[in-house]
């Protein structure tokens, strides 16, 4: 599962759910569709929201502390199912994908049924996995190219 630092007060249920929440929207919409193949998951959900592509405004400070400003508009997706268990699952991903986002929203949807949590979460280790790579990947990428400063004393008081 990601690394992801859950709020202070949040349930350990929360932040296992908002983990494999944060896992599907980084992943790829064929990995959200093998996970569900490998779940064996045949009920086809019912909408509740059947996925819906809309804009949002994100907004940015500069320095991280200082005033926020409207950095621009980001083209967002959501879903929102119900399983007949009566479970319902949610997604809302950044881009166009219909598809993607109620595949997520499946898959948030089945791992709220406790006997499937495990089985959820070993289907999107693959993901997990992948992404870690591409982070480590990154690290190193930034790593070959930083340059370290120093002050060097000049020995005048």
Same mark, same amino acid.
């Given at each position: 599962?990601?690394?992801?630092?859950?709020?202070?007060?949040?349930?350990?249920?929360?932040a $296992?759910?908002?983990?494999?929440?944060?896992?599907?929207?980084?992943?790829?919409?064929?990995?959200?569709?093998d996970?569900?193949?490998?779940?064996?998951?045949?009920?086809?959900?019912?909408?509740?929201?059947?996925?819906?592509?809309?804009?949002?405004?994100?907004?940015?400070?500069?320095?991280?502390?200082?005033?926020?400003?409207?950095?621009?508009?980001?083209?967002?997706?959501?879903?929102?199912?119900?399983?007949?268990?009566?479970?319902?699952?949610?997604?809302?991903?950044?881009?166009?994908?219909?598809?993607?986002?109620?595949?997520?929203?499946?898959?948030? $949807?089945?791992?709220?049924?406790?006997?499937?949590?495990?089985?959820?979460?070993?289907?999107?280790?693959?993901?997990?996995?992948?992404? #870690? #790579?591409?982070?480590?990947?990154? $690290?190193?990428?930034?790593?070959?190219?930083?340059?370290?400063?120093?002050?060097?004393?000049?020995?005048?008081?």
């Amino acid at each position: 599962m990601p690394d992801h630092t859950p709020p202070s007060g949040e349930t350990p249920d929360l932040a $296992a759910r908002r983990a494999v929440m944060a896992l599907c929207g980084e992943a790829r919409a064929e990995e959200l569709r093998d996970a569900l193949a490998a779940l064996g998951a045949a009920d086809d959900p019912e909408d509740l929201r059947p996925p819906e592509t809309g804009l949002v405004m994100t907004r940015g400070r500069i320095g991280g502390d200082g005033r926020p400003f409207n950095l621009g508009e980001a083209t967002v997706t959501r879903a929102a199912v119900r399983l007949p268990g009566g479970e319902t699952g949610f997604a809302y991903h950044l881009g166009r994908d219909r598809a993607k986002a109620r595949l997520a929203a499946t898959l948030d $949807a089945l791992w709220q049924v406790r006997a499937r949590r495990g089985a959820v979460e070993a289907a999107l280790a693959p993901v997990a996995s992948r992404r #870690a #790579a591409e982070r480590a990947a990154e $690290a190193r990428r930034i790593a070959a190219t930083r340059v370290n400063f120093f002050t060097m004393a000049r020995g005048e008081d």
